[in-house]
């Protein structure tokens, strides 16, 4: 079944900029969808098709995906933005998939 | 506004059954299909499986953890999905979620709150 690899955890102070990947193989020929989930609360989907927003999203988040790693990308952290982070895609063999998750920690 | 609500969910026996209802409001339920996501406490996402609209014939797709145990129904006169989960295991134990698909395939646009369904003796 196909995998998709997270980190466990990401850390970066307020300000600055967060990366998340998500490896999985040839994952550039899929589109990647990101949610963000905060601690007692439900995922909102942050990103989708690889580099979409949905409404109300704002610009500092981004995505992109290419070769074996899709990336989530957050321009000038704060604190509000500590959670855990999920990528997800479809596989045709495989389903739907979840990555394990990265807990952004804002320093 | 579109909302999400999940019920139904509890304590349950291993080997028992469960059914699960997502009802839905402030969208136009038939033109959407829908995905149960569940998350052990303290674990990540996993997909359980998805619903197509009626016009595209209502099938089903499940994850292969609770394929042959697990179905998915849609009543499109109430607004409501259901998950009927039989021969429940201690590793299902887990929050539900229900979520609107939009943009893509599978993507989740809209998620309920979740319900908890506990399986132990």
């Known amino acids: 079944s196909y995998v998709l690899t997270q980190p466990a955890s990401v850390s970066v102070a307020p300000g600055q900029t967060a990366r998340i990947t998500c490896g999985g193989i040839n994952i550039g020929s899929k589109s990647v969808h990101w949610y963000q989930q905060k601690p007692g609360q439900a995922p909102v989907l942050v990103v989708y098709?690889?580099?979409d927003r949905p409404s109300g999203i704002p610009e500092r988040i981004s995505g992109s995906n290419s070769g074996n790693t899709a990336t989530l990308t957050i321009s000038r952290v704060e604190a509000g933005d500590e959670a855990d982070f999920y990528c997800?895609?479809?596989?045709?063999?495989?389903?739907?998939?979840f990555g394990g998750g990265t807990k952004l920690t804002v320093l | 506004e579109e909302q999400l609500v999940e019920s139904g969910g509890g304590l349950v026996q291993p080997g028992r059954s469960l059914r699960l209802a997502c009802t839905a409001s402030g969208f136009s339920f038939g033109d959407f299909g829908f995905n149960w996501v569940r998350q052990a406490p303290g674990r990540g996402l996993e997909w359980v499986g998805f619903i197509r609209t009626k016009s595209v014939g209502g099938t089903k797709e499940y994850a292969a953890s609770v394929r042959g145990r697990f179905t998915i129904s849609r009543d499109d006169s109430k607004n409501i999905v259901y998950l009927h989960m039989n021969s429940l295991q201690s590793r299902d134990t887990a929050v539900y979620y229900c979520?609107?698909?939009?943009?893509?395939?599978?993507?989740?646009?809209?998620w309920g709150r979740g319900t908890l369904v506990t399986v132990s003796s």
């Open positions: 098709d690889d580099r």
């Open positions: 979520t609107r698909e939009a943009y893509s395939n599978f993507v989740s646009e809209y």
């Open positions: 997800q895609v479809w596989d045709n063999d495989s389903d739907v998939v």
